[in-house]
Every structure is written in structure tokens, then in C-alpha cells.
């Protein structure tokens, strides 16, 4: 019973007719970036696997919910690649699909953060349109950390940041350690990194944190050992403002952190903006670079088409105080002069001149 506006409403639930049981991780993180077609053929397949129907077809599925074959062969290809659920194919062993038990990946959220999958972009590429068989591998079960360690790791990383977490930035914090692996004392050294940096936002945090997992970084050992957390985007930075042959500054790393990690910006957007820096400058200037990022970050500029947009609007305004300047100029140039008449007698002056000249003795005595 749940109460809305100040009605109160009973929910009836029908019959048991069986259940599938879904992971909240399926609904909080993936869910909300596919798209519905993907997400119905997803809890489809959930519900056969659990209920031991192993014996479903590609066809089959598309039969039930009304969808093509290439459908359902999109969002297979979709949710392998979020690391949702994995296959093989065998393109001889014709329509049939051998399925096993579907779980979460341990390293699934890793591979596709919240908000970073689009699944316009899906493709049927990893089922292939002559194989249909599909063998499901069972992925790792998740880490699943104690109270104790839990509130260890909130403690830690409040005493960092100086402050109370917030309910986002406690759900990252256990997304590191169940989805990452990441135990206690490798976070508390990533805490301890970012913030030596002066980075406290947890968009800084998170990035280093994925990077840990992409490279294999397990252990505080490992992220001691690690030279450059961003070491790959830093020589491709590098590349775009044309500078081979050493490696980054600390004022350089700090820049490029911040372009990474504080701003969240994509190599891509990044690499624009270098491009931008030698065009209009013909150098590389990290400062100047900067000041271009920035202003896409305060312009929410998140991607090449934003860049695009923003120039058109920055194009348009300039062009309309183009207009009016030449509109004030015009106007200036055609519009007369006028003069006020002197209210001086002219006779009047000369002959106050003419009598000077009479009454003056050095001239007399020079005509005389």
C-alpha cells in the first residue's frame, strides 16, 4: 500500500505464476541506457534460462515478442558487448541455442558506465547472420563485501574529502568494490592518489578507477608500480599538438588531468580541441588549449556534434553584431553636419580693426 497526494492506494498482486528474478545492477546501471526492445529480448532470455528452457532458438524468441530474427541478434550482440551475458557461435550447428545459467559479469559495469551506452550504436556483428547457436558461459559471481568493510571504506573516504558522501557518490563506492573487485586498501589508495592531485570529484575518481580495472590493476602494488594512470591519452594528446619525443610535464599531466578526469572529456573532443590550438595560434600552448575546454565544459559540450552546434550559435552571434556594426557605421556616414549661425556683426569687427590700426603710434611713425 503506497500513498500519493493524500489518496491512499492498495495494490493487488495476481496469483503466483512464477518469477524471474532480475539483479538490481540490471536495473539501476544498464537498464536505463538500453533501449526497450533490447531490454524486453534481455528478461526473455532471463526468464527461459531460470526457468531450464535451454533448448530456445533465435526464431523462437522472435516468435514470442513479435520481433525479427536480426532484432534479436542485435540485442545479443548488444548485452555481450556490456558483458551481460556471453556465446559462441556456430554457424553449422543451424537455428538452435544450447543456453546455461545468464549472470552478471563481475567486469560488466566497467566495460559500459551508466550513461556511456547508447544502443542506437548496437550492431549484430558478434551473432552473425549464418550462425544462430549461442552457448551461454556463467560469468564470475560478484564480490559481495561485508558490512564491516563497507563502512570502512565510507569512513575512509569521508575523512578524505572533508566532508559526508552523498547516496551517489556511497553507490560508487560500492560499484568499485562489487563490480571492480576493488577491496578496501585499494581504494583507500585511490582516494588517497586523487586527492593528492588536489581531485576530489568523483568523476575524477571513477575515471582512474576504470582505468585501474581496464589495465589489469588489482592489488595497491600494482597501482604504486603504475607510472601514468592516463599514460595512453596523454602520447595521443601529445600526437594532436604535434609533440613527440619526451614525456609530459607535471604542469602538462595536471592539465591533461583535469581535461580527462574533472571534465570527463572523450580523447576525441580533446584531440579537437588541439587541433583548434595549432589553427589559431600555430603552437602548442597547453593554456590555450585549456581555455577552449573549458568553455566547451561550460557550455555542456559533450561531444563532436555539440562542438558543432556551439560553433553555428557562436558564428550566428557574431554575425548579428557584425550587422549592427555596420548599420552604426552607415549611419554615421550619411547623416550632415550642422552648424550653428555666428551671431557676430562682420562690419562691426572691421572697423573695430581699422581704428586699432589708426590709434596705433609705431605704426604711424613706420608709414611716416
Known amino acids: ?3 500519493k497526494g493524500g ?13 524471474t528474478m532480475v539483479e538490481n545492477t540490471f536495473i539501476d546501471r544498464f537498464m536505463p541506457a538500453a533501449s526497450g526492445d533490447f531490454v524486453k529480448i534481455y528478461l526473455y532470455l532471463l526468464r527461459c534460462v531460470q526457468e531450464g528452457h535451454t533448448d530456445v532458438t533465435v526464431s523462437q524468441i522472435a516468435d514470442a515478442l513479435n520481433y525479427t530474427e536480426a532484432d534479436v541478434k542485435r540485442a545479443l550482440g548488444y548485452w555481450k558487448r556490456m558483458r551481460m551475458l556471453d556465446f ?7 537455428d538452435r541455442m544450447s543456453a546455461g545459467p545468464v549472470v552478471m559479469s563481475s567486469g560488466s559495469v566497467a566495460a559500459a558506465p551508466a550513461g556511456t551506452a547508447s544502443s542506437g550504436a548496437a550492431s549484430s556483428d558478434s551473432v552473425s547472420s549464418g550462425s544462430k547457436i549461442m552457448e551461454f558461459r556463467p560469468a564470475q559471481p560478484q564480490k559481495s563485501p561485508s558490512r564491516d568493510e563497507i563502512s570502512s571504506v565510507f569512513f575512509v573516504a569521508e575523512t578524505y574529502l572533508g566532508r559526508l558522501l552523498t547516496t551517489t557518490e556511497q553507490r560508487t563506492l560500492l560499484y568499485f568494490m562489487t563490480d571492480l573487485g576493488m577491496d578496501a586498501d585499494l581504494i583507500d589508495f585511490l582516494l588517497e592518489y586523487c586527492v593528492s592531485k588536489n581531485h576530489t570529484s568523483f568523476h575524477y575518481i571513477q575515471k582512474v578507477a576504470q582505468n585501474w580495472y581496464q589495465e589489469g590493476i588489482r592489488t595497491v602494488e600494482q597501482a604504486r608500480s603504475e607510472g601514468s594512470l592516463f599514460k595512453n591519452e596523454y602520447f595521443e594528446i601529445f600526437r594532436s599538438l604535434g609533440i613527440q619525443g619526451r614525456v609530459p610535464t607535471p604542469a602538462e599531466t595536471e592539465y591533461m588531468d583535469r581535461w580527462l578526469g574533472e571534465y570527463a572529456f572523450t580523447t576525441d573532443l580533446i584531440c579537437k580541441a588541439c587541433e583548434r590550438t595549432i589553427l589559431q595560434i600555430g603552437k602548442a600552448q597547453f593554456s590555450y588549449t585549456d581555455s577552449i575546454l573549458r568553455s566547451w565544459h561550460e557550455n555542456n559540450v559533450r561531444s563532436l556534434p555539440d562542438v558543432e552546434k556551439l560553433d553555428r550559435l557562436h558564428a550566428q552571434t557574431a554575425s548579428q553584431v557584425q550587422g549592427r556594426q555596420a548599420a552604426a557605421r552607415t549611419a554615421s556616414a550619411g547623416r550632415f553636419v550642422n552648424f550653428e549661425p555666428s551671431e557676430n556683426n562682420w562690419d562691426d569687427l572691421a ?6 590700426q589708426d590709434a596705433d603710434p609705431m605704426r604711424k611713425s613706420q608709414e611716416s
Open 1 to 3: 500500500m503506497s500513498r
Open 7 to 19: 489518496v491512499f492506494m492498495r495494490v493487488h498482486l495476481p496469483g503466483n505464476g512464477g518469477m
Open 351 to 356: 572697423m573695430q580693426v581699422m581704428q586699432a
Open 88 to 94: 559462441d557461435d556456430d554457424s553449422d550447428s543451424g
